[in-house]
């Protein structure tokens, strides 16, 4: 009787295992993919879909009105543009300023640069909330170390311009950089040093041994965290509202969606009576979609990098 | 190493013909170079403004034409914050309190998570691109607007006694209660099952994380273990845990410091300063905010890194 027992169990541990991780991981899947259907559905749906009780998924009267509005009211077109340069610039220069400190602190060690890097921890630690008014402030009347007044009497204001990106992304002090500083540390403390030697011996140079064979061999990390600046900075609007408070980029934009929508039906309704609230948010999960898209058929192209090599990125020492 | 090095410093000397640092000054001169932008951006972006945040928490901060005016005022500022205005220790609470309830959580899941995704199955590709989705997908500005989407909520209800339910769990709860489960473990778990949502979207850089580190955990040790005769359930216990434990310290600092980017303190403490203008009591709040994630972070590493195992 054990012994047939133990026959069962045994056999059935060999697919109960599975069957359970596929259930758990279908319903995780779905639990993620959820919204992103949900708001599809929704995107395509007239108006008057909204209140019929027999939709639920797929719409009885398709329309594409609602990304009509939502790329009107957002000026979508233009403020793509303008996020994608924003967010292509901080990542190549955050890629620039990161991956260079980062080997500097990984294999060019000098008299104080572990001290340094605890520094680099510090910003990692320290909540940008803390730090933010000086500097905020400071990019206001920017000096320039008190240089510019020199020059033309004043200081100049940097809001509303991509300068206090460029600059905070040039010296690798943007959002979040301490982190990908890290990154880049442990990646390249991975690289083995024979190959560093290797170069030397040959007669290269410290950066001819950095641009010539440390950076080939640094692109998953590159990816990574190029994926990671430019879609933390797609979707950041900590720092946006605050640099570029009139400049329309998608996250600024996004958030004050419903507002400019609700202003333009009421108008349109002639003044009396206020905008249906559900059609507003419906109109903004449309633009949240919209907004995602791109980042989306990015991640399409990028995704193998983390799904299968892992291990390469340099996330673990 | 410096067998290999010798002889090639006193070539390139000689064919050069001219004074040459050695390569390890070299290396460290260029080291400098490479950390220099970083070192100017992190003085001027950070320390200074640092300092200065905290001379304006002890002060009181007026804007003029041409600059800021600073007059020294002691601890007005933190007083205030803590017994006149209506908001601040309330949301302070809250987000801590969020914080300590979301970490373990999403901790625990997202290794959970990470050990099913490195076993072998079909469509592991896939299931592991949706997984990282909301690396992308939640964060910033779309993950605040999705929370508060009033027609998903509605719809929700509506729908509520068809599919969603699956979400809820009414039954779990009762079950466990019966069972004889203490209350508070009883909401707490399935509180999480509830907010599902919410955690998996948080955890997806952990996830990565642990991944990783799993995936540098040498196979052979598995297959001792599996010679030896051990059940996949030990091999977790005796093999995988020790060997991430590392990885769950920085797992759990970057869920604190994840945190920050986006909660109520942090809304608050940016109204006060953009909106009304209240630099004084704008830093004065932050500063007490970062001396709230100061001691949890310390607390929570000292706990954790007691037990830790190192290989070294």
């Given amino acids: 009787m054990r012994e047939r027992l133990e026959m069962y169990m045994r056999s059935g541990r060999k697919w109960l295992w599975p069957a359970a991780r ?44 609602n990304f009509r509005y939502a790329i009107e009211m957002m000026d979508y077109w233009k403020t793509l543009l303008n996020t994608a340069l924003l967010c292509l610039m901080t990542t190549v220069l955050t890629l620039v300023s990161c991956c260079l400190a980062g080997y500097g602190f990984a294999r060019l060690k000098f008299k104080g640069s572990n001290l340094l890097f605890a520094g680099v921890i510090l910003t990692i630690l320290v909540p940008p909330t803390t730090v933010f008014i000086p500097v905020y402030l400071n990019l206001k009347d920017f000096t320039l170390m008190g240089l510019i007044p020199l020059f033309t009497g004043k200081p100049v204001n940097l809001m509303d311009s991509f300068w206090p990106f460029v600059l905070t992304s040039i010296t690798g002090n943007s959002f979040k950089s301490g982190l990908f500083i890290f990154i880049f540390r442990q990646f390249f403390r991975g690289i083995p040093r024979e190959l560093e030697e290797a170069a030397y011996v040959d007669g290269a140079t410290v950066t001819r041994t950095f641009t010539g064979i440390m950076l080939p061999n640094a692109v998953p990390a590159i990816v990574t ?68 898209l791109p980042l989306i058929i990015m991640y399409i192209f990028t995704q193998r990098y983390f799904v299968e090599s892992i291990e390469r990125t340099g996330i673990v020492g | 190493m410096t067998i290999g090095l010798k002889p090639g410093k006193k070539t390139i000397a000689v064919r050069k013909g001219k004074k040459y640092r050695s390569y390890e000054a070299q290396k460290a001169l260029w080291g400098f170079a490479y950390v220099l932008p970083w070192l100017i951006g992190f003085i001027s972006f950070f320390l200074l403004p640092l300092f200065t945040s905290l001379r304006y928490s002890l002060s009181k901060v007026e804007m003029k034409e041409g600059g800021v ?71 910033g ?79 052979s040790m598995y ?25 769950i310290l920085v797992n759990v600092i970057y869920t604190i410091i994840d945190h920050f980017s986006s909660n109520a303190m942090t809304d608050l403490i940016r109204e006060t300063a953009l909106r009304n203008f209240n630099f004084g009591l704008s830093s004065a709040m932050a500063w007490v905010y970062f001396a709230a994630i100061g001691i949890i972070l310390i607390v929570c590493s000292w706990l954790i890194s007691r037990r830790v195992f190192y290989q070294e």
């Avoid at chain 2, 998903?152 to 466990?176: C, D, H, K, P, Y």
């Avoid at chain 2, 909401?187 to 540098?216: C, D, M």
């Avoid at chain 2, 273990?225 to 990885?247: D, N, Q, R």
């Fill in chain 2, 141 to 219: 500005i779309i993950a605040n607007l999705e929370s508060s989407s009033l027609i998903e909520a509605v719809q929700a209800e509506r729908a509520g006694s068809r599919f969603l339910n699956i979400m809820t769990s009414f039954e779990l709860e009762r079950m466990m209660l019966e069972m004889g489960v203490d209350e508070t473990i009883v909401l707490y778990l399935t509180g999480a099952v509830n907010r599902i949502y919410e955690i998996i979207s948080q955890s997806g850089v952990q996830i990565l994380i642990f991944l990783a580190g799993i995936q540098s955990i040498p196979s």
């Fill in chain 2, 69 to 139: 005016n600073v007059t020294f005022v002691g601890f007005r500022n933190f007083v205030e914050a803590f017994t006149v205005h209506t908001s601040f220790n309330r949301t302070l609470v809250e987000s801590v309190s969020n914080m300590a309830v979301n970490v373990p959580l999403i901790v625990v899941f997202s290794l959970f998570v990470a050990v099913i995704l490195n076993q072998k199955f079909k469509g592991r590709a896939f299931t592991r691109a949706v997984f990282f989705l909301p690396v992308i997908l939640a964060s």
């Fill in chain 2, 223 to 247: 297959e001792v273990a599996i010679i030896e005769g051990a059940t996949g359930y030990e091999a977790f216990w005796k093999i995988t845990f020790p060997l991430v434990s590392p990885l």
């Fill in chain 1, 22 to 65: 596929t259930i758990l991981l279908t319903g995780l899947s779905f639990v993620i993919l959820y919204p992103i259907v949900k708001k599809i559905s929704l995107a395509v749906r007239a108006k008057s879909d909204l209140y019929s009780p027999i939709v639920v998924w797929i719409p009885q009267n398709f329309s594409l009105e």
């Fill in chain 1, 225 to 292: 965290v190029g994926l990671f600046s430019f879609v933390w900075q797609w979707n950041d609007s900590f720092y946006t509202t605050m640099y570029l408070p009139s400049v329309k980029v998608i996250a600024t934009q996004l958030a004050s969606l419903p507002y400019n929508l609700s202003i333009k039906l009421t108008s349109m309704l002639g003044g009396s009576g206020k905008a249906d609230p559900f059609y507003l948010s419906m109109v903004q999960d449309t633009g949240i979609l919209l907004a995602m």
